[in-house]
């Protein structure tokens, strides 16, 4: 199976911060990967997909890059209602595996 | 609009049998590949099973293999999981979700299922 990390397991930002959070996929996913935001009991929401694609009516404030094992995760100015945990998942190969997730909050 | 309403869950013995449900309406659901998740409490997300539009593509983690059974009925609508042998590590919140082109782009609100004795 194909393990995926993310660094960190944790951050605290102040509003309008960048924050990047970085995966990191065990062997080669070429783009396969999306990131999504899960806010405390909800469902996670997709944000991004193929490593780079902003899901329709998401924010442009959050981006996604990097392809084979190395991927990176943006919020270019934190807003208050980003707070949540924001996982990666790679579908390159089943089981298509999270990380273990990047709690953000506010300073 | 997309909706997906899991339902089934509920507090069960080790070793005992859960049959969840997942409601599907707003899109064509023959159309997709649909996909269960899970995640335990205060922990992460673990990608469980997908199945295929026509039912004839299953796959498993490793963790539920032989355990559980992935199924659907186009005609309803309807995702299925069941769970037999169930243990402990099995408590969680179970998420359906819709894949488009292999990404789980639509998700419901869950059932929690809790294996304790």
Do not use: H
């Amino acid at each position: 199976d194909i393990q995926m990390t993310q660094s960190p397991s944790s951050l605290s930002a102040s509003v309008g911060d960048r924050v990047t959070i970085t995966c990191q996929a065990s062997q080669d996913i070429s783009n396969y990967l999306n990131w999504y935001q899960q806010k405390p009991g909800k469902a996670p929401k997709l944000l991004i997909y193929d490593a780079s694609n902003l899901e329709t009516g998401v924010p442009s404030r959050f981006s996604g890059s990097g392809s084979g094992t190395d991927f990176t995760f943006t919020i270019s100015s934190l807003q208050p209602e980003d707070i949540a945990t924001y996982y990666c998942q790679q579908y390159d190969n089943p089981p298509f595996t999270f990380g273990p997730g990047t709690k953000v909050d506010i300073k | 609009q997309v909706q997906l309403v899991e339902s089934g869950g509920g507090l069960v013995k080790p070793g005992g049998s859960l049959r969840l449900s997942c409601a599907a309406s707003g899109f064509t659901f023959s159309d997709y590949y649909m996909s269960w998740i899970r995640q335990a409490p205060g922990k992460g997300l673990e990608w469980v099973s997908y199945i295929s539009s026509s039912g004839s593509t299953i796959y498993y983690a490793d963790s539920v293999k032989g355990r559980f059974t992935i199924s659907r009925d186009n005609a309803k609508n309807s995702l299925y999981l069941q769970m037999n042998s169930l243990r402990a590590e099995d408590t969680a919140v179970y998420y359906c979700a819709r894949i488009r082109e292999m990404v789980e782009d639509y998700w419901g609100q869950g059932t929690l299922v809790t294996v304790s004795s």
